[in-house]
């Protein structure tokens, strides 16, 4: 079967693939954001962002019972950033598909970004980015980037510096998440033991009620180099 693509109602772009070969359905939702959208001062914001997506949902499950749901379900549940996008991916088996995707669906909506959550994960990227002074290929990377760009955004590392990630607060992300999130905004790919019409009434009925077509946020014109 060829791929099923559609613009819905609620303006989300869904590119829905169904493959019977095996009983699991894996998910994408992506957003243009991500390291093309930083400056020195915010670096790493969307890496911080993306990991906090699925660490918890507002007035629902937490953190450690959020993780305790997917592993129950068999499933995997987390966030994602790179140099021009950032988002979300779930791999559920098709069983398990609607209730993975209600999940799924949810800390896109309702992320939590509770503060020990954020806390706990600062100490993590900072670590991460400590332990890269070990690592002489990504010594060696992360030079050349400064080398070959000396004002893009690609000069920088996706984790951040040291000095940004620890200055990040919630108000932070909150900020962050409003300017770049938004359903007309949103491709989200569905590949696997589906039905694309059960798809998209899934995918219409989660995101119906929320805000759209805010402003755009696209990245600031940089001078070639």
């Known amino acids: 079967l060829g791929v099923w693509r559609g613009q819905l109602q609620n303006g989300v772009t869904l590119l829905v693939q169904p493959d019977t070969s095996v009983p699991v359905v894996s998910m994408r ?76 669906s949810d800390c896109i909506i309702r992320p939590a970004f509770a503060q020990d959550e954020l806390d706990r994960e600062r100490k993590l990227i900072l670590e991460e980015i400590r332990n890269k002074e070990d690592n002489p290929s990504g010594l060696a990377f992360d030079l050349f980037g400064r080398a070959l760009y000396k004002h893009h955004p690609y000069r920088l590392d996706t984790l951040g510096s040291a000095e940004s990630v620890a200055a990040f607060t919630r108000e932070d992300l909150f900020r962050v998440y409003r300017e770049r999130f938004s359903p007309d905004r949103m491709v989200l790919s569905v590949v696997g033991d589906v039905d694309p019409e059960r798809v998209a009434e899934l995918v219409e009925d989660a995101f119906n009620d929320l805000p759209r077509g805010r402003p755009s946020t696209a990245p600031k014109a940089l001078p070639p180099e």
Not at 47 to 60: D, Y
Not at 61 to 66: D, G, I, K, V
Not at 72 to 92: I, K, M, W, Y
């Open 29 to 104: 939702a992506v957003w243009l954001g991500g390291l093309r959208f930083e400056d020195q001062k915010t670096n790493g914001i969307h890496n911080l962002m993306a990991e906090l997506l699925t660490k918890g949902i507002e007035e629902g499950p937490t953190a450690m019972e959020l993780a305790h749901e997917v592993d129950s379900l068999a499933g995997t549940l987390e966030g994602f950033t790179g140099r021009n996008s950032f988002g979300v991916r779930g791999e559920f088996l098709a069983r398990n598909f609607e209730h993975g995707f209600s999940l799924f």
